[in-house]
């Protein structure tokens, strides 16, 4: 897959020649500090001042290579949850979902994650593949925390995360070598080919991995687990008139890990396109019209493990097709020199199925399932901006109104070389869904009040409408006849910023009806259900302060989640939800200068959380370390020494029902250089 897409970018790269020179690169999120500013290479139009009334986090120090990863950097962010602890070089790639404000553990992700406005979440389980963005080389993260954003495409219930891409002017390579023999290297050359602008981004990474088994534990058959990974983008931009340009993005990864014994191997490879024509007129009528397509190919073994981990046999092989479509139109009309209004359209169509093998004898499979669907979403949304004033009163209201529909889902189970056992066939089915958000700021000098109410949605994936699966002895059937999940909730917040201190302050709470869990039957027995509703209130609480040439960071989350339950999922009564923790923050201190010498320290915390529905099974708490320190010696070279979870800290990540606790990453070094030219 590799040298088809540097073939291809090869091919492309001559198309770029009839662009013009100047380029217009596009701010992703605005307010009074230039500092905050992310500039970006994305085909987005420049949101309007309403996206500045609901609590909106940047993250813009996203230096690629040398380790870093893209989700351990969302973790610095109180209150963003990610379904499990460890990140993507050892967590099994179906359970790394991500959601905001404690409504629930699920491995889809509640809050709806796009890059350059383009839906992230895997077709078919709806989580999220992070090692997919080594292929590209991003400027800047947005954060917009809280359900409604309906301009942003449905499945906002928790937030949004939105990453941006940004494109290289020149070349920029780093490779890295780390514990446990780790490698990374990555790569971006670009800039102007005579009127136009390319960019081919690249990373590979390697390393023998940890045991992901907790010492004291492990047995005969436990092993390091080692992990593969790699991606390569290309993107082109031209410009076709004064206020006009064409963007297009190629780019695929391939992700190879390791589970840690016999048969767990993993593999997950993905292509993604995206074609989109962009109108900008800085004060005129704007519009942007998009197009794209994902396809995934998602392959796994599950082993089952002997008491005293002395043996193991194969369980079950998975491998899962599946394709995500969609298109976009966007219209912004001037009205008084401004674009307050936001109208457009979306269109969202995903379709996979997983193909098993399981009830091993020996090595050999006794049993074949194939089960699947398709889903469509088609919307449509307007928001309206008051003004921008820096004082005064800035009010928004967006809303949107989705038809969804459910293609016949299916599912068959039949014995290899054998009769048909299961051959179920699942009505489609239809409904309406409308989703909003209303918000308020009032503004005087530094200081500033918010207030926001909102009301969002998320369709059930096609993994959990059909997919039954198992873990050790635990069983989860599936279920076709999920409702979609529906959330109700509001804020209000306060914000300083004078110099350079800012504080910011927010109360929350919502109202989550129908959330999908899985739900305990009977012992080693589970099903996904419908929950009557998970409550969730708290306060999310940051404060920055620059320091002469560093800056530094505080956040912190206070969660308190609730489920709401009855019927045969009364026992989850007033407890809390699976993978959420009531406390959770952290504490970071950046350099900010362009100076010889520079670096970071961050120390996270995360509270304890359950892993199973009935909070049997307790994860505990944990404070890690990272930091790093660099040395920029010339212009083009610089070097850099950095470590992960430097207090070697047992960071539990899952608990079997057996007791077998399965860690995060443990003490990690890296050393390596960075070159630009």
Known sequence: MIRLLTGTALLAMPAAAAAQDELVRVEVCCSRD??????????????????????????GDLEPGLGARIENRLRDEAGIVQFRRSDGRSAHPTSQGVTLRGLGGNASARALVTLDGVPQADPFGGWVAWSAYDAIRLGGIAVARGGGSGADGPGALAGTIGLYSEMTDGAEASLAYGSRDSRDASASVGGRIGKGEVALDGRYSRGDGFMPVASGQRGSVDRAAAYEQGGLGLRLRFDVGDASRIEASLRGFSDHRDRGTDFTQSKFDGIDASLRFVHDL?????????????????ESGFASVAAGRNSVAPALFQRVPATGLGARFELRPAIDGANPLRVGADWRRTTGRTEEDFFFSGTIPGRHRIAGGSSDTVGAFAEWTSGDDDDGFLWTLSGRLDRWSLGEGYRLERNIGGPVITNLRFASRQGWEGSGRAGVRWSSGDFALRAAGYRGWRLPTLNELYRPFRVGAEVTTANEALKPERLWGGEAGADWNSGGTKLSATIFANHLTNAIANVTLAPNLNQRQNLDAIDSKGVEVSAEQRIGVATLRATWA????????????????????????????????????????????????????????????????????????????????????????????????????????????????????????
């Open 34 to 59: 230039p500092a905050e500013i992310i500039v970006t290479g994305s085909g987005a139009l420049t949101p309007p001042a309403g996206d500045a009334i609901g609590q909106r986090v940047l993250i």
């Open 282 to 298: 800085r004060y005129g009528t704007q519009w942007l019209a998009l197009a794209y397509v994902q396809l995934r190919d998602f």
């Open 558 to 677: 206070y969660t308190d989640a609730r489920v709401d339950a009855a019927g045969r999922a009364a026992a989850l009564d007033g407890r809390r939800p699976a993978q959420i923790a009531k406390h959770g923050g952290s504490i970071s201190l950046r350099s900010n200068a362009n100076g010889p010498f520079g670096g970071f320290a961050t120390l996270r915390y995360v509270g304890k959380q359950n892993e199973d529905d009935l909070g049997l099974l307790r994860l505990d708490d944990a404070l890690t370390l990272d930091a790093g320190l660099s040395w920029r010696f010339s212009d083009a070279i610089s070097i850099e020494a950095r470590g992960e979870n430097l207090f070697d800290e047992l960071v539990p990540a899952a608990i079997s029902s057996s007791g077998i606790v399965e860690r995060a990453t443990p003490r990690t070094l890296w050393v390596g250089a960075r070159l630009s030219f």
